[in-house]
């Protein structure tokens, strides 16, 4: 009896591994997701007072750290998923302030936020040259919010950032809901996701650290 060549044998199984969908999911730690902001269209003078306004999200482990510069007052939020705990940095015209979110109250907010449902629709969309499709965010109060996302790259840490803990992929797109109701857009325009640097989640110094209730009372 005749023998098959091994590689005739493998030939056949090469062709059907070619045949096969290629899955592109990538699970990252680290990441630098650059996105712009844009003000709802009935909020005019909003709209014009936070013109260019923008935001950097900074993810390396169980770190991670959101920019938020919208022209008129900039924050920074610094996030240790692993010790629970979360730094909040304000910049209002030089005025400096830091608030610490304890362990206690940080749990909280990962238990209000984890009870976000996200329905897939059938709409998708491109962004930053990622395929996104879009998802409804239901709270738990009923309020809603769009999210575009990828599934081509899943944060190794999920709580990253903690309203997105139950979606299946990282947003690219998302409403950002208001105190007054309205909603900002922020639409990624750039993704790297080459090694952030440690010195990233450094906290600044020339910050005055003051209390949540202190804040409340800046804020007005």
């Known amino acids: 009896m005749r023998k098959m060549s091994p590689l005739r044998l493998l030939v056949p199984v090469l062709i059907l591994a070619a045949s096969l969908p290629v899955s592109a999911q990538r699970t990252i730690s680290d990441a630098r997701i650059s996105y712009k902001v844009e003000m709802p269209p009935e909020q005019l003078q909003m709209e014009a007072m936070f013109a260019g306004s923008s935001m950097t999200q900074y993810i390396r482990g169980d770190l991670s750290r959101v920019d938020m510069n919208f022209n008129v ?10 010790k629970e705990d979360m730094i909040t940095l304000m910049d209002n015209h030089g005025d400096k302030y830091l608030i610490r979110t304890d362990k206690k109250a940080y749990e909280a907010d990962v238990k209000k936020f984890a009870s976000i449902r996200f329905d897939d ?96 009372k800046i804020r007005g």
Do not use: H, W
């Open 73 to 82: 007052v900039n924050y920074i939020y610094l996030v240790n998923s692993q």
């Open 121 to 216: 629709q059938s709409e998708t969309r491109e962004i930053a040259g990622y395929k996104c499709r879009k998802s409804i965010g239901t709270m738990a109060d009923g309020a809603t919010f769009e999210v575009f996302y990828t599934t081509d790259i899943v944060p190794e840490n999920p709580y990253y950032n903690r309203r997105f803990q139950n979606l299946k992929g990282i947003p690219l797109e998302y409403e950002i809901p208001m105190k007054s109701g309205a909603k900002m857009r922020a639409i990624a325009t750039q993704v790297d996701l080459s090694p952030v640097p440690a010195s990233v989640f450094d906290v600044p110094k020339g910050y005055r650290e003051i209390t949540a209730e202190e804040l409340k």
